[in-house]
């Protein structure tokens, strides 16, 4: 399993920016997905949640209404979508497989992460 | 939310020690609670789930237990290797998928 973040990068405060997740060496469709957060020295926080059919997604308050998470099964590629971007939000995002069953639920598969830094 | 704390917040140890790492709940999670590691500059690897159960992989000297609000993590003859920061998450209540705040292992 191969999970390759990528589009970080530095944008002014108010700006927007989407991350991609690149998955391989699974079936994509059938995996829920997460996006999780380091901001700098800091631990980890989880950001937003979709499901492997989209149906259903779930964010952090502290990012609801702001960013989206998106997914192209098709080209087995997990999206987020950052607008209204302030200097909370930066951060290395990591994409993640959310795998489990029922409420056991965990992050078994990690990328290597994509530096987002906001700043004017 | 449920909001989960960890102790200590950090640790030194020897090679071959035995670490042990707490991690509390708000309030009962039942065994939805699993284990990270994460080296400086690295992605976080996936250790237990379910409280107690080690991910494929993960050496034998790891281990986890607890149920309810209290769980620990227990590192038997710690190898240079396991020098990291380990979290804690939970996945009881949903969302937020609430992780800890981290201990941090070092040499001592």
């Known amino acids: 399993v191969q999970l390759v973040d990528s589009g970080g990068g530095l944008v002014k405060p108010g700006g927007s920016l989407r991350l991609s997740c690149a998955a391989s060496?699974?079936?994509?469709?059938?995996?829920?997905m997460a996006w999780i957060r380091q901001g700098p020295g800091k631990g980890l926080e989880w950001v937003a949640y979709?499901?492997?059919?989209?149906?259903?997604?779930y964010y952090a308050e502290s990012v609801q209404g702001r960013f989206t998470v998106s997914r192209d099964n098709a080209r087995n590629s997990l999206y987020l979508q950052m607008n209204t971007l302030t200097v909370d939000d930066t951060a290395v995002y990591y994409c993640?497989?959310?795998?489990?069953?029922?409420?056991?639920?965990?992050?078994?598969?990690w990328g290597q992460g994509t530096p987002v830094t906001v700043s004017s | 939310d449920i909001q989960l704390t960890q102790s200590p917040s950090s640790l030194s140890a020897s090679v071959g020690d035995r670490v042990t790492i707490t991690c509390r709940a708000s309030?009962?999670?039942?065994?939805?609670l699993n284990w990270y590691q994460q080296k400086p500059g690295q992605a976080p690897k996936f250790l237990i789930y379910?409280?107690?159960s080690l991910q494929s992989g993960v050496p034998s000297r790891f281990s986890g237990s607890g149920s309810g609000t209290e769980f620990t993590l227990t590192i038997n003859s710690v190898q240079p290797e396991d020098f990291a920061t380990y979290y804690c998450?939970?996945?009881?209540?949903?969302?937020?998928?609430?992780f800890g705040p981290g201990t941090k292992v070092d040499v001592k």
């Open positions: 309030q009962s999670i039942g065994t939805y």
């Open positions: 979709i499901s492997f059919g989209s149906s259903t997604t």
């Open positions: 379910a409280a107690s």
């Open positions: 998450q939970q996945s009881s209540s949903v969302p937020p998928f609430t």
């Open positions: 993640a497989t959310a795998t489990g069953y029922g409420l056991f639920r965990y992050f078994d598969y």
């Open positions: 060496g699974l079936t994509f469709s059938h995996h829920n």
